[in-house]
């Protein structure tokens, strides 16, 4: 009389414990991968909101009659963040100001990144020229 031992696992049993395995580790994986994803982009936002906040301040500073369009990158620790203004002057037509031409200028701010080629960060101020006290030239 032949006795078995039972003490192993089967072929089937094994199976089904790898499968269940790989597909947590399937999900998992996953996770982990949106998860970069996702800081990545949060970061890229972050630092070029930052960014646009000092450009755009710079700009504020230099006074309305020396806005212009123009391009270029930020210092050393940011040197793989662009920047590139385009200005419009916002005439009668644009506003529905009569007498307002010359007022108002469109500020659009665009900061890129080397690091994330689809990613962009724009922002659009509408700045004015100082108003002039009634009696000056």
């Known amino acids: 009389m032949m006795v078995r031992s039972r003490a192993g696992f089967t072929l089937l049993e094994v199976m089904v414990s790898v499968t269940i395995i790989g597909i947590a580790l399937v999900t998992l994986i996953g996770a982990q991968s949106q998860s970069i994803s996702i800081a990545t982009a949060s970061r890229f936002e972050t630092t070029a909101s930052l960014l646009a906040r000092q450009k755009m301040t710079e700009l504020i500073l230099g006074g309305f009659d020396e806005l212009q369009s123009d391009e270029g990158n930020f210092a050393e620790d940011f040197s793989d963040y662009h920047w ?47 108003i002039k006290p009634a009696g000056s030239s």
């Open 84 to 130: 590139k203004v385009d200005i419009q002057e916002l005439g009668e037509d644009d506003t529905g100001i009569k007498g307002g031409g010359d007022m108002l200028k469109a500020v659009d701010l665009t900061i890129t990144s080397d690091l994330e080629a689809d990613e962009r960060f724009v922002v659009r101020r509408i700045m004015m020229a100082p």
